[in-house]
């Protein structure tokens, strides 16, 4: 057999070292190069620090490592990370990854799973990342809201002060402690009152009760004694008359109505008569020849009363002129 030269020897001494120098970084980096995994892409704005082998989490737990970071010079508002997750870790689509600064400095990556967990994304795809908002990112995510309050704080507190400042405000303090000493007082009068009158109007309350008590047991002691049956038997009696009087008035109210419209009859009928003129009535109601015929004889005899009357005052008046006695015999005049 040929010995090895020893070229050869150091050609393989190299070898062997520098892989034995590999496996050592990738363990001091963490990576375990006998382990597959998948790679995803992580597009971030500002990785605040993000170094190559931190380990990336999912739910506290670490599923992988940061392999490469790529910053894209011509738009400096992309950086894409470039991780490493363990074979059987799915990503669902939806997932966004946040970066969080510990207080030690050093920054992790946390992956926020998606919704739906069938719905998983290819090797190899992008995702999107951001900043974890802690506290201390929200106050300052609030500081500006914050800034543009103080002008509007600064005038309300000069308002408080004027106010403060106001005598108005003063005397209307004045005011109040008045009123709250006046009410102080009618609250203290109030008591003395209820605890003088209040006893004697509850003692006789509690007389008036006894009173109202020994009155119910009279009244039960007299119904008990009163005759239900005798008295009940009594309203019914009464009832019955009563209701006897009320048939007996419709009854006579019938025969009224019943009389009424007879009466209505017969003044229609005399009516009808008097209008008419084929009876003797009618015709002399109706008649005004003959109306005016009695009228002229009334007239006429009127006038004859008058005439009548007129030669008796005459005759009274001068009776020799008609009527002349003589015991001697008549004179010729």
Do not use: C, W
Not at 17 to 46: C, E, H, P, R
Not at 213 to 220: D, F, N
């Amino acid at each position: 057999m040929k010995p090895v030269s020893k070229e050869v020897k150091i050609a393989l001494t190299a070898i062997v070292a520098a892989a034995l120098l590999f496996f050592t970084i990738n363990f001091l980096k963490g990576v375990n190069v006998f382990k597959s995994s998948n790679t995803y892409y992580v597009q971030f704005t500002d990785i605040a620090g993000l170094a190559v082998s931190n380990a990336v989490y999912a739910n506290g737990y670490p599923v992988g490592i940061v392999r490469d970071i790529v910053y894209d010079y011509s738009r400096t508002d992309k950086v894409v990370v470039a991780v490493e997750l363990d074979k059987n870790m799915n990503i669902p689509r939806g997932t966004r990854a946040e970066l969080e600064t510990g207080l030690m400095g050093g920054v992790t990556m946390s992956l926020v799973l998606g919704p739906n967990p069938a719905d998983l994304i290819a090797r190899g795809d992008t995702i999107l990342g951001g900043m974890h908002l802690g506290t201390m990112a929200k106050v300052e995510e609030m500081l500006p809201a914050v800034v543009g309050m103080l002008p509007k704080i600064d005038s309300i507190l000069h308002n408080v002060n004027t106010l403060t400042a106001s005598p108005a405000l003063a005397q209307t303090l004045h005011n109040a402690a008045d009123a709250s000493a006046n009410l102080n007082q009618l609250v203290i009068g109030l008591n003395e009152a209820v605890g003088r009158d209040l006893p004697p109007l509850l003692a006789s309350l509690r007389q008036t009760g006894q009173n109202v008590q020994t009155l119910s047991a009279a009244l039960g002691q007299e119904a008990n004694a009163l005759d239900v049956q005798a008295t009940m038997s009594q309203i019914n009696g009464t009832l019955g008359e009563a209701r006897q009087l009320i048939v007996g008035f419709e009854t006579l109210s019938n025969q009224l109505n019943e009389a009424s419209q007879g009466l209505n009859t017969t003044l229609n009928t005399l009516n009808t008569s008097l209008s008419s003129t084929d009876n003797t009535l009618g015709l002399m109601l109706n008649d005004r020849q003959l109306y005016d015929n009695l009228n002229n004889t009334a007239a006429n005899l009127a006038s004859t009363a008058a005439s009548a009357d007129s030669l008796v005052q005459d005759l009274k008046a001068h009776p020799k002129r008609y009527v002349h006695f003589s015991v001697f015999g008549r004179k010729d005049k």
